[in-house]
C-alpha cells in the first residue's frame, strides 16, 4: 500500500521496476562517485563508495545508483544540503526517510530518482555491512542469481511499497551475510 502523500513530488512515490542488469551502471556510479567527491571536498568526506544493486554485475535492480559517503559530523549539514541542491540533489530529512544511520539525499532527472546518496558518519557499522554484501555477491554468481530472482518476486508484490520491498529482502541480506 503506498502511504503517499498528495504534496510530495512524483519522485518520492514512483513504483519500484526491476530492471535487467546494464554493464555501464558500475562506469555511471563511479561518475556520480567523482562529482560527489568533488561537491563534497569542502566537507572532509573521506571515501565515496557505489553500492546496493547497480555495483553487482549481472544483478537486474531498480535503475538507482546507491552511493555512500562517510564524513566525520553532520554539523555543516546545512551548508551541504544547499551545495548538493544546485546539482538537483533533495535532502530527505531522517523523520521521513526513517533511518537514522544516514542522511539520505536522492538525485532526481526527468521525475524519476537516478541516485540515491547514503550520507554516513565515519564510525556507522551499516557501511562495512553494505560493502560486505556487494563484495560477497561480486564474487557470488549463485547469490546473484538468487537474489535477482528474490528482488523481481517481491518488486512485484510491493511495486508500491519502497519500505516493504526493502524489509522483505531482509532475511536473504542476513543469511549472506552470515556466510
Same mark, same amino acid.
Given at each position: 500500500?503506498?502511504?503517499?502523500?498528495?504534496?510530495?513530488?512524483?519522485?518520492?512515490?514512483?513504483?519500484?521496476?526491476?530492471?535487467?542488469?546494464?554493464?555501464?551502471?558500475?562506469?555511471?556510479?563511479?561518475?556520480?562517485?567523482?562529482?560527489?567527491?568533488?561537491?563534497?571536498?569542502?566537507?572532509?568526506?573521506?571515501?565515496?563508495?557505489?553500492?546496493?544493486?547497480?555495483?553487482?554485475?549481472?544483478?537486474?535492480?531498480?535503475?538507482?545508483?546507491?552511493?555512500?559517503?562517510?564524513?566525520?559530523?553532520?554539523?555543516?549539514?546545512?551548508?551541504?544540503?544547499?551545495? &548538493?541542491?544546485?546539482?538537483?540533489?533533495?535532502?530527505?530529512?531522517?523523520?521521513?526517510?526513517?533511518?537514522?544511520?544516514?542522511?539520505?539525499?536522492?538525485?532526481?532527472?526527468?521525475?524519476?530518482?537516478?541516485?540515491?546518496?547514503?550520507?554516513?558518519?565515519?564510525?556507522?557499522?551499516?557501511?562495512?555491512?553494505?560493502?560486505?554484501?556487494?563484495?560477497?555477491?561480486?564474487?557470488?554468481?549463485? &547469490?546473484?542469481?538468487?537474489?535477482?530472482? &528474490?528482488?523481481?518476486?517481491?518488486?512485484?508484490?510491493?511495486?508500491?511499497?519502497?519500505?516493504?520491498?526493502?524489509?522483505?529482502?531482509?532475511?536473504?541480506?542476513?543469511?549472506?551475510?552470515?556466510?
Amino acid at each position: 500500500m503506498n502511504n503517499a502523500n498528495p504534496e510530495w513530488p512524483i519522485w518520492a512515490t514512483e513504483a519500484i521496476e526491476i530492471k535487467p542488469a546494464d554493464p555501464l551502471w558500475i562506469a555511471k556510479g563511479a561518475e556520480e562517485a567523482a562529482q560527489l567527491k568533488k561537491l563534497l571536498s569542502d566537507y572532509q568526506v573521506s571515501e565515496i563508495e557505489h553500492m546496493g544493486s547497480t555495483s553487482i554485475p549481472g544483478l537486474p535492480a531498480k535503475p538507482i545508483l546507491d552511493l555512500m559517503a562517510r564524513i566525520p559530523s553532520y554539523h555543516e549539514l546545512g551548508d551541504i544540503i544547499a551545495a &548538493l541542491a544546485a546539482h538537483d540533489w533533495h535532502y530527505v530529512p531522517p523523520e521521513l526517510d526513517g533511518v537514522p544511520s544516514r542522511r539520505f539525499f536522492v538525485k532526481v532527472k526527468s521525475d524519476k530518482r537516478h541516485c540515491h546518496l547514503h550520507l554516513m558518519l565515519h564510525n556507522e557499522s551499516k557501511w562495512d555491512r553494505q560493502l560486505r554484501f556487494r563484495d560477497i555477491l561480486r564474487e557470488r554468481p549463485d &547469490l546473484v542469481d538468487e537474489y535477482a530472482e &528474490l528482488k523481481t518476486k517481491l518488486a512485484d508484490e510491493h511495486k508500491d511499497d519502497r519500505e516493504a520491498y526493502t524489509r522483505a529482502k531482509t532475511d536473504f541480506v542476513q543469511r549472506v551475510l552470515a556466510q
